[in-house]
């Protein structure tokens, strides 16, 4: 009996030093790059990885000429866009959820060949997780759709993603090992964190450097088992400080928001209250994610708030939650947010990603209409063109 609590406390002792090596080691600031040397590299090295994925599942609908076309049209996009805007470019998509069934031939990368080009053009790219990641290889047996392999990494190379929001409610579905195991193949891979309580992303570029902060307001079980992990909980006084802190070393702070009823499909009075109390805290720009679908924009008190960036890939039989965008945003010298594109996205067939407009030219152009129809922008020139909803804040 003895000998077993020794060893039972040394293995407590190892796991929680494990947590804590974790979640109290901030990362450094991402300093964005303009050499097209080291651009270049990072493509062949995702390319590579991606063609060996699709040569493995024996897909033929991608090739090593259709790689090379996509990439490089990628690389072109980006580089005339860094040439063009002397500030910081960042683009936000919906929430990744990749687990299951649907998932289990391991082919996530292709999930996005459609939507490359544009996710891969900002400086900066975010996202949400709500999977997590097993070093089990083979998942083709699984029974939730919260679990994906390490290979889901090229997913999040093909996208473009810079940093990963894990502040979520199903990261903590299972044990903290599984939870710091993500976190370690994200890191791995070059991923920034956002959703640990001690842990601020920032990128910079041209001098212009923005934080990212996460935070989740929806748990399942016991919010003690999240707390433990280090996921951020929803604590307005922590949130206040971590934007205060924030300030200091960033000319713009983002929260991003774990929040509200998944298939409400409308901003409930809570969620309203949350992101303007973010606002009110200091915030320049809070980001919604949980919700099945996009809700609208509101301006408050000259900032912005994104109710809902829905599901980027989800394996949803709902037809609103199918529906998600492409949020990019123009942030000039000084720090102020000038600019935003929105530009519409759909899950087919649970598995792949494309622009609305390539499903259905009409039904993309109710949807952005909708959309500019039901936010609040009064203060501001919105118009919809060439299939996106363009909203310009230095009106």
Same mark, same amino acid.
């Given at each position: 009996?003895?000998? $077993?609590?020794?060893? /039972?406390?040394? &293995? =407590?002792?190892? !796991?929680?030093?494990?947590?804590?090596?974790?979640?109290?080691?901030?990362?450094?600031?991402?300093?964005?790059?303009?050499?097209? *040397?080291?651009?270049?590299?990072?493509?062949?090295?995702?390319?590579?990885?991606?063609?060996?994925?699709?040569?493995?599942?024996?897909?033929?609908?991608?090739?090593?000429?259709?790689?090379?076309?996509?990439?490089?049209?990628?690389?072109?996009?980006?580089?005339?866009?860094? +040439?063009?805007?002397?500030?910081?470019?960042?683009? #936000?998509?919906?929430?990744?959820?990749?687990?299951?069934?649907?998932?289990?031939?391991?082919?996530?990368?292709?999930?996005?060949?459609?939507?490359?080009?544009?996710?891969?053009?900002?400086?900066?790219?975010?996202?949400?997780?709500?999977?997590?990641?097993?070093?089990?290889?083979?998942?083709?047996? *699984?029974?939730?759709?919260?679990?994906?392999?390490?290979?889901?990494?090229?997913?999040?190379?093909?996208? %473009?993603? @810079? #940093?990963?929001?894990?502040? /979520?409610?199903?990261?903590?579905?299972?044990?903290?090992?599984?939870?710091?195991?993500?976190?370690?193949?994200?890191?791995?891979?070059?991923?920034?964190?956002?959703?640990?309580?001690?842990?601020?992303?920032?990128?910079?570029?041209?001098? &212009?450097?923005? =934080?990212?902060?996460? &935070?989740?307001?929806?748990?399942?079980?016991? *919010?003690?088992?999240?707390? @433990? #992990?280090?996921?951020?909980?929803?604590?307005?006084?922590?949130?206040?400080?971590?934007?205060?802190?924030?300030?200091?070393?960033?000319?713009?702070?983002? &929260?991003?928001?774990?929040?509200?009823?998944?298939?409400?499909?409308?901003?409930?009075?809570?969620?309203?209250?949350?992101?303007?109390?973010?606002?009110?805290?200091?915030?320049?720009?809070?980001?919604? %994610?949980?919700?099945?679908?996009?809700?609208?924009?509101?301006?408050?008190? %000259?900032?912005?708030?994104?109710?809902?960036?829905?599901?980027?890939?989800?394996?949803?039989?709902?037809?609103? %939650?199918?529906?998600?965008?492409?949020?990019?945003?123009? $942030?000039?010298?000084?720090?102020?947010?000038?600019?935003?594109?929105?530009?519409?996205?759909?899950?087919?067939?649970?598995?792949?990603?494309?622009?609305?407009?390539?499903?259905?030219?009409?039904?993309?152009? +109710?949807?952005?209409?909708?959309?500019?129809?039901? !936010?609040?922008?009064?203060?501001?020139?919105?118009? $919809?063109?060439?299939?996106?909803?363009? $909203?310009?804040?230095?009106?």
């Amino acid at each position: 009996m003895f000998v $077993i609590s020794v060893v /039972t406390i040394l &293995v =407590a002792i190892v !796991s929680i030093y494990g947590i804590y090596s974790f979640t109290s080691n901030p990362r450094p600031t991402k300093t964005v790059s303009s050499n097209n *040397t080291e651009e270049r590299a990072s493509v062949e090295i995702y390319k590579e990885d991606t063609m060996q994925s699709a040569k493995n599942e024996q897909n033929s609908s991608i090739t090593e000429d259709n790689f090379n076309n996509i990439i490089d049209n990628s690389i072109s996009i980006e580089n005339d866009k860094k +040439d063009e805007y002397q500030g910081i470019n960042i683009t #936000a998509l919906g929430e990744i959820m990749m687990g299951g069934n649907s998932w289990s031939n391991n082919s996530y990368a292709l999930a996005f060949k459609n939507i490359a080009s544009y996710t891969t053009e900002a400086d900066y790219t975010v996202s949400s997780l709500a999977t997590n990641i097993t070093s089990v290889k083979d998942l083709s047996d *699984t029974k939730t759709k919260y679990i994906a392999n390490e290979s889901i990494a090229n997913s999040f190379s093909a996208l %473009g993603i @810079d #940093a990963l929001n894990i502040a /979520t409610d199903h990261m903590l579905d299972f044990s903290q090992n599984m939870f710091i195991n993500t976190i370690d193949v994200l890191r791995k891979n070059d991923i920034d964190i956002i959703g640990l309580e001690n842990d601020i992303a920032y990128a910079e570029k041209n001098g &212009v450097r923005v =934080a990212f902060i996460g &935070v989740n307001n929806v748990v399942i079980g016991n *919010t003690r088992n999240y707390i @433990d #992990a280090g996921m951020y909980i929803y604590d307005l006084n922590k949130i206040k400080n971590s934007i205060k802190e924030a300030k200091t070393k960033a000319d713009t702070v983002i &929260v991003m928001t774990h929040y509200g009823k998944e298939n409400t499909h409308q901003v409930t009075d809570v969620m309203r209250w949350f992101a303007r109390e973010i606002i009110n805290s200091g915030a320049d720009m809070v980001l919604g %994610g949980h919700s099945l679908g996009i809700y609208p924009v509101e301006e408050y008190k %000259g900032k912005i708030i994104i109710y809902s960036l829905g599901y980027l890939i989800h394996d949803t039989n709902n037809e609103y %939650g199918k529906k998600s965008a492409i949020f990019n945003f123009d $942030i000039n010298l000084e720090g102020t947010i000038e600019k935003i594109d929105i530009t519409p996205t759909y899950i087919e067939n649970k598995t792949t990603v494309k622009l609305y407009k390539d499903v259905s030219d009409t039904a993309n152009k +109710d949807f952005l209409n909708e959309l500019k129809n039901n !936010s609040n922008l009064e203060k501001y020139a919105s118009n $919809i063109e060439d299939d996106k909803l363009v $909203i310009k804040l230095n009106k």
